[in-house]
């Protein structure tokens, strides 16, 4: 069975730093594109940053500069590096992978169960 189990969430300060890390496990051969999506209460969940198996990556707009999303294939782990936090962060944050290749088939769309991260001073 596939699984993505996310971690590293927690509370920081305005200004702080969190290493959010989301592991996939499950007798994988290969991930296509992962992804980190965030749903702060009361808004839709929305795309923070997205990574191709090749370290393509794109961000949202709102999180350039201050994010950074890195994988390791060997791992299929993917990471997400926030730096220069703010209060409009404060979400619960999901991993996400497009399409996982295993020895029982080929998965899509799937998600973690999410990290909470709060900003607050």
């Known amino acids: 069975q596939v699984q993505l189990v996310e971690s590293g969430g927690g509370l920081v300060q305005p200004g702080g730093s969190l290493r959010l890390t989301c592991a996939a496990s499950?007798?994988?051969?290969?991930?296509?594109?992962m992804g980190w999506y965030r749903q702060a209460p009361g808004k839709q969940r929305e795309l923070v940053a997205r990574i191709t198996s090749g370290g393509s990556a794109n961000y949202a707009d709102s999180v350039k500069g201050r994010l950074t999303i890195s994988r390791d294939n060997g791992k299929n782990t993917v990471y997400l590096q926030m730096n220069s936090l703010k209060l409009e962060d404060t979400a619960v944050y999901y991993c996400n992978a497009d399409r996982i290749r295993t020895v029982r088939g080929v998965f899509y769309d799937y998600w973690g169960q999410g990290t909470q991260v709060t900003v607050s001073s």
């Open positions: 499950g007798n994988i051969f290969s991930i296509n594109t």
